[in-house]
T-cell receptor, first 115, second 109 residues
């Protein structure tokens, strides 16, 4: 079934630990995104990639890094986790920037708790 | 700054009609999206408006007025499964989505 997968589904992490959230899509979409969703706030863009080999910073990039070695995978790394990074993380993809709908399709999310 | 405003919570009755409003102030405009998000799940795409007017999709319709920075999502013949959060998002001049905090819709029998 085509779509986006994320792993892990949930994780409890000690502060200071390094963590990589995985995201894979099989729709051959050019653009991919990482968001965090916190209660009472809208989805906030962390990092994005318009095409394989390129990445960009979103609204809240500090403390996070990404890479886009190929079209399908877009991992998000927390180098040294802090409690304020406790959130639900969504990965999304779209066909590309500009033109028509280009709606974003979302993965099921990763619920991360940093203690 | 960029801002998307929508009501935090609304309540409606099964079988009725509800309108969820969204106002926005963004740097540039390249379309407005509505997404539905059930509790504990991912957002799913509902509708897209880029020109002024009404777009109808079955029980759901979405309206846009670019001059007023305003949109609404209209849900007809409400069903219990429509209980969810509804997210308004605007694509800005950088083709990134700016999201509202969402409107939690509670449907009562």
């Amino acid at each position: 079934i085509a779509g986006i997968t994320q792993a892990p589904t949930s994780q409890i992490l000690a502060a200071g630990r390094r963590m990589t959230l995985r995201c894979t899509q099989d729709m051959r979409h050019n653009a991919m995104y990482w968001y965090r969703q916190d209660l009472g706030l809208g989805l906030r863009l962390i990092h994005y990639s318009n095409t394989a080999g390129t990445t960009g910073k979103g609204e809240v990039p500090d403390g996070y890094s990404v890479s886009r070695a190929n079209t399908d995978d877009f991992p998000l790394t927390l180098a040294s986790a802090v409690p304020s990074q406790t959130s639900v993380y969504f990965c999304a993809s779209s066909d590309g920037g500009g033109g028509d709908y280009n709606e974003q399709f979302f993965g099921p999310g990763t619920r991360l708790t940093v203690l | 700054g960029q801002n998307i405003d929508q009501p935090t919570e609304m309540t409606a009755t099964e079988g009725a009609i509800v309108q969820i409003n969204c106002t926005y102030q963004t740097s540039g405009f390249n379309g407005l999206f509505w997404y539905q998000q059930h509790a504990g799940e991912a957002p799913t795409f509902l509708s897209y408006n880029v020109l002024d007017g009404l777009e109808e999709k079955g029980r759901f319709s979405s309206f846009l007025s670019r001059s007023k920075g305003y949109s609404y999502l209209l849900l007809k013949e409400l069903q219990m499964k429509d209980s969810a959060s509804y997210l308004c998002a605007v694509r800005d001049s950088n083709y990134q989505l700016i999201w509202g905090a969402g409107t939690k819709l509670i449907i009562k029998p």
